[in-house]
């Protein structure tokens, strides 16, 4: 699968923006999908995850109860919302995939477990 993350730019702190994840190539429905994020001089961090239906998420400890993954199958699309943007937010947005169904959706917590990762989109907050 092809993943093409967008929807990136400059926003004020406190403000809002939506990231989305277009994905192309045999049934994006069958893969779990994530969204991580890498500031300047940092790690990758775990923003959150998606299961195939949509039904379930899980959020990292620094996004929770301010950003919401959501997807549409029928678009092949994934999307992150984010709401109260703090400038701790800056930093180039992912989203990855994994077509396994051999671990829980907790795990997926863990970058290595995606296989397939789109090329990135900057969010930057401005206080």
């Known amino acids: 699968v092809q993943l093409q993350a967008s929807g990136g730019g400059l926003v004020q702190a406190g403000g809002s923006l939506r990231l989305s994840c277009a994905a192309s190539?045999?049934?994006?429905?069958?893969?779990?999908m994530g969204w991580f994020r890498q500031a300047p001089g940092k790690e990758r961090e775990f923003v959150g995850t998606i299961s195939r239906s949509g039904a379930s998420t899980t959020y990292g400890d620094s996004v929770k109860g301010r950003f919401t993954i959501s997807r549409d199958n029928a678009k092949s699309a994934v999307y992150l919302q984010m709401n109260g943007l703090e400038v701790e937010d800056t930093a180039l947005y992912y989203c990855?995939?994994?077509?396994?169904?051999?671990?829980?959706?907790?795990?997926?917590?863990?970058?290595?477990?995606?296989?397939?990762w789109g090329q990135g989109t900057l969010v930057t907050v401005s206080s």
């Open positions: 190539g045999r049934s994006p429905s069958n893969y779990i």
């Open positions: 990855a995939a994994d077509s396994r169904t051999t671990y829980e959706l907790n795990a997926y917590k863990s970058e290595g477990l995606y296989t397939f």
